[in-house]
Nanobody, 126 residues
């Protein structure tokens, strides 16, 4: 079982990036997926989460209107399109998966997730 995140990089404030997360070893169609981030000295937080059928999404207030989460179950892939990036978005971004049948509501806490990717660094310069 593996999640591999990529697409991070260094961008200027106002720029855009698209993160991708490819899953292998399991079928994501049974899993809720999420993007989390962790900045130095801060706790890991949920940025955006999406249900297994894409019928429900969550965004932390600070990224609403700027980030869009999506998934392609046929490709076993999760995406995060990020626009109008700000220096406060600088962090290591992680993708994660949680078995949907374990939960009745969307999970937005890190301890609720079963599998984690290795993280990809996003750095936004001012």
């Amino acid at each position: 079982v593996q999640l591999q995140a990529f697409g991070g990089g260094l961008v200027q404030s106002g720029g855009s990036l698209r993160l991708s997360c490819v899953a292998s070893g399991f079928n994501v169609e049974y899993y809720g997926l999420g993007w989390f981030r962790q900045a130095p000295g801060k706790e890991r937080e949920a940025v955006s989460c999406i249900s297994k059928n894409s019928d429900d999404t969550y965004y932390v207030d600070s990224v609403k209107g700027r980030f869009t989460i999506s998934r392609d179950n046929a490709k076993n892939t999760l995406y995060l399109q990020m626009h109008n990036l700000k220096p406060d978005d600088t962090a290591v971004y992680y993708c994660a998966a949680t078995l949907s049948s374990k939960h009745t509501v969307m999970v937005i806490i890190p301890t609720g997730y079963d599998y984690w990717g290795q993280g990809t660094q996003v750095t936004v310069s001012s």
